[in-house]
């Protein structure tokens, strides 16, 4: 079984960036995608980018375009969030997840997550 393993996430002020990592336990059959969701309290978890591992293709969700950028290391099944321009609203819980879908439920491989925070 496939384990997702995250890192980075913290506490910035707002305008500020921060970087997650994911690396996977082992090799992932292609095709597969890797994405990043957020959950807030209350709230169902929303994808925010996504990855299509060796095409490279991405997807981001309207709210973080243009500040976020999700990226593949080469070679490895290991994906990447850029967050720059950072605000108080992208503060939540960053899960990554194994899948092309952006529906949560349908997902079966999440990392642990990683709290994300945005002060202003």
């Known amino acids: 079984q496939v384990q997702l393993v995250e890192s980075g996430g913290g506490s910035v002020q707002a305008g500020g960036s921060l970087s997650l990592s994911c690396a996977a336990s082992k090799y992932i059959y292609r095709p597969i995608c890797m994405g990043w969701f957020r959950q807030t309290p209350g709230k169902e978890r929303e994808r925010v980018a996504m990855?299509?591992?060796?095409?490279?293709?991405?997807s981001y969700a309207d709210s973080v375009k243009g500040r976020f950028t999700i990226s593949q290391a080469n070679a490895k099944d290991t994906v990447y969030l850029l967050m720059n321009s950072l605000k108080p609203e992208d503060t939540g819980m960053y899960y990554c997840?194994?899948?092309?879908?952006?529906?949560?439920?349908?997902?079966?491989?999440w990392g642990q997550g990683t709290q994300v925070t945005v002060t202003q």
């Open positions: 997840a194994a899948a092309c879908t952006a529906v949560a439920s349908e997902i079966n491989y």
């Open positions: 990855v299509l591992l060796g095409v490279g293709r991405t």
